[in-house]
Structures are given as C-alpha cells and as structure tokens.
C-alpha cells in the first residue's frame, strides 16, 4: 500500500495552516466578497419603495448608466483627479524622504512638519484649506492682491475647482507616503551608493542606477495606495465644493453616494458601484502583473 505523499506528519501541518489562515478568510468573505456579490445582485433590480417591492429588471440599470451624462462627468474627473493626484503625491513624496533621510539640521522637525497633515482629519483639512481658496479674503487672494491681481473664486469655477480639490489631497496624502518612503531609504545599504559614487557616478545617476531600482517593491505598493485613495477620498467634497460647481468636482464616488442616499436608488448606486469595484480591480490586477516584473526585492 502507497503511503501518502505527505504523510500523517504533513496532513497535520496542512490542517493547521489552514486552521490559521481561517479567521482571516472568513472576515474577508463576510466583510469583501459576500458584500461584492450582493452588491452585484442588487444592481439587477429596481430600488423597493414603500408597498412596491423590488423587480428584476437585468442589465437596465447598466445600459441606462451609458446613456447617464452625469456619470460620464463623474467618471472622467476622477480619471483626472487620479493623474493629478497619484504620480504627484508619489514624486513628492519621494523627494521629502530623501531631503529628510539626508544629514541636515533640524531633520526631525522637517519630518514632524512634512507628516503633519496626514494625521489631521480630512474634514480638518478641507476647513484649512476652505481659508485658503475664499474669494478676497483667503490667503491665496491676499498674496495676489499685493501685485496687483484680482480675486478668483477658486473653488466656484469649473475652471480651477477640481484642481484645487487636487491640490488639497496632494498636500494631505504627500507626508503619509514619504514614510514609506523614509523607511525604505533606511533600509537600503549606505555600501552601495559609496561604491557608486568611486565609480565615478554623479549623484542622479547613483538615485536612478541605484536607489530608485531598491525602491521599487515600496514604490508598487505606494502605487495601488494612491491609485486605491483616488477613487475612495470624498471627504473633502462635502465641505468644500458638494460636486459643484456643475459636478466640475464630482467624482465617482460622490456620485454613488448622491444616487444612494440622496435619490435613493439603491438599485442604480449598486451599479455605479460594480462599475468602481470593477474598474479599481483591472487597475490592480495591471500593477501586479505588470509592474511586479520590474519590481527588485533584494
């Protein structure tokens, strides 16, 4: 009789693995997948209201989303708020760590004011910055007052309010990567960049040959972090513009939230949301697949 390849000894370890790896499948099925694919479900029927239950009704609420200009807005300012947002606040980012992780004086300060923002409530900082952008009043307008420039209603043109918005949330997210960032830089062996720099190499040809390669697998996970905070942060919204001017600032999520409990179409909001999940998940699945053959872990 053939014994098992793994034998009595590896059964039990097998068992146990599995053991272990329980609590966290079971919490991430109640809490991720269960609600995803009741998410889905919901999309194909219509809102209940009252005595009116809810119908079947399949792809409609789908196909009425193609025809739907609002969501279409929605969809292409959160694809500019994401380039505005997750390649400027990695850039920044990445430069406060290395100013930061140099021999300078006051280099704790520097790091206490550069991680400041990230641990202020994001209501907190859209107040903040509420004072900055108001017409006349606010810091911006008075800088430009004193040569001579008009006021410009930063946050009440479609012109200027979705960058504004953009600059808030780089300003907010920039300190909470460049920790990463900092440990990273840490972590890396002084060793390398001083051979380097015997070999003759300048010090931007030491950060892209050297450090910026062994920054990498920080870089991936910084990434899907940013790109992750991009469709998720609407905080801000509520306080400072509410979509407007016009939705000019509506984003995706926003306008979930609008559908679902401002016109309570639930049914339609849980469209709106497989479209976000679906969209977040090909975003992901293209970063591991892609970026994680570029990624360096030793």
Same mark, same amino acid.
């Given at each position: 009789?053939t014994a098992h390849p793994l034998g009595n000894g590896g059964r039990l370890a $097998? ?52 025809? +739907? ?7 292409? !300012? !959160? ?79 479609? +012109?200027?309010?979705?960058? $504004? ?17 900092? $440990? ?44 992750? !905070? ?16 016009? !939705? ?16 309570? +179409? ?33």
């Amino acid at each position: 009789m053939t014994a098992h390849p793994l034998g009595n000894g590896g059964r039990l370890a $097998a068992i146990h693995g599995w053991l272990l790896l329980l609590p966290a499948a079971v919490l991430l099925a109640a809490f991720t997948h269960y609600p995803a694919v009741a998410t889905f479900w919901h999309s194909l029927f219509t809102t209940p209201r009252g005595n009116r239950p809810a119908r079947f009704i399949g792809a409609d609420h789908y196909r009425d989303m193609l025809a +739907d200009p609002i969501f279409w807005t929605a969809l292409q !300012n !959160n694809l500019v708020f994401a380039a505005g947002t997750i390649l400027p606040s990695i850039a920044l980012a990445m430069a406060m760590a290395l100013w930061v992780n140099a021999r300078i004086a006051g280099r704790g300060l520097l790091r206490l004011a550069y991680f400041t923002p990230t641990v202020l409530p994001m209501i907190a900082v859209a107040n903040i910055w509420l004072f900055f952008y108001t017409p006349d009043y606010g810091l911006f307008d008075q800088v430009r007052g004193l040569f001579g420039l008009p006021a410009v209603n930063w946050l009440g043109s479609g +012109d200027t309010a979705l960058g $504004a918005v953009i600059v808030v949330t780089v300003w907010k997210e920039a300190g909470f990567f460049m920790i990463f960032y900092l $440990a990273a830089l840490q972590q890396i062996p002084p060793e390398l960049g001083e051979a380097a720099q015997l070999e003759g190499a300048s010090r931007w040809q030491r950060f892209w040959r050297v450090t910026f390669p062994l920054l990498m697998p920080t870089t991936l996970f910084v990434l899907i972090n940013a790109t992750i !905070n991009a469709f998720r942060l609407v905080d801000h919204l509520f306080v400072m513009t509410r979509g407007g001017p016009d !939705n000019a600032t509506s984003l995706l999520l926003y306008y979930i939230y609008e559908v679902g409990f401002k016109f309570w +179409d639930q049914g339609y909001a849980a469209a709106l949301t497989m479209v976000l999940l679906s969209l977040l998940a090909t975003v992901a699945l293209l970063k591991f697949f892609w970026l994680e053959r570029k990624v360096h872990y030793q």
